[in-house]
């Protein structure tokens, strides 16, 4: 089975702060990567769906999504990349504020791949980071099939 060669990882975040944050701790995983990152659901089904600005972008390979997005909300971009017969098989991990259980329970059934609420200092986000690298980029194997 052949393995990524270069990870395309799109981060869906408002807060430039959070964005910046994600980024950096992404600048220190071994293998090879590209963060693109939109700030907003509208741009994030823009960049997806190669409209507009981003009708060359790249499909990724894994999704870093906020659920409180202005212009459209996170939940209603979730349930927009689960149903394309391309995007479904891209792996939608959900990092956010909210450990609301109606929250959670929406996402899971909007079939994201994981949830994971966003942590408060930094060391912990050191943590989560570190297990997400694990985990994500080191032991999961993610599909090629019908990714361009």
């Known amino acids: 089975m052949e393995l990524i060669d270069l990870m395309e990882v799109l981060i869906v975040e408002d807060n430039p702060a959070d964005a910046r944050l994600i980024k950096e701790a992404f600048s220190g995983f071994a293998i090879k990567h590209s963060i693109n990152i939109v700030n907003n659901g509208l741009e994030a089904t823009n960049y997806l769906f190669k409209k507009g600005k981003y009708k060359d972008s790249k499909t990724p390979n894994l999704i870093l999504l906020d659920l409180n997005l202005p ?53 912990e986000f050191e943590r989560v980071v570190n297990i997400f690298e694990e985990f994500w980029f080191n032991m999961a194997i993610l599909p090629k099939c019908g990714i361009d």
Request: proline fraction near 6%; charge should be negative.
């Open 71 to 123: 212009l459209k909300d996170g939940r209603d971009v979730l349930k927009e990349i689960k149903k394309d017969d391309k995007l479904r098989l891209v792996p939608v991990i959900i990092l956010t504020t909210s450990k609301n259980e109606d929250d959670i329970c929406e996402a899971y059934k909007n079939y994201a791949n994981a949830y994971l609420p966003k942590p408060t200092d930094f060391e």
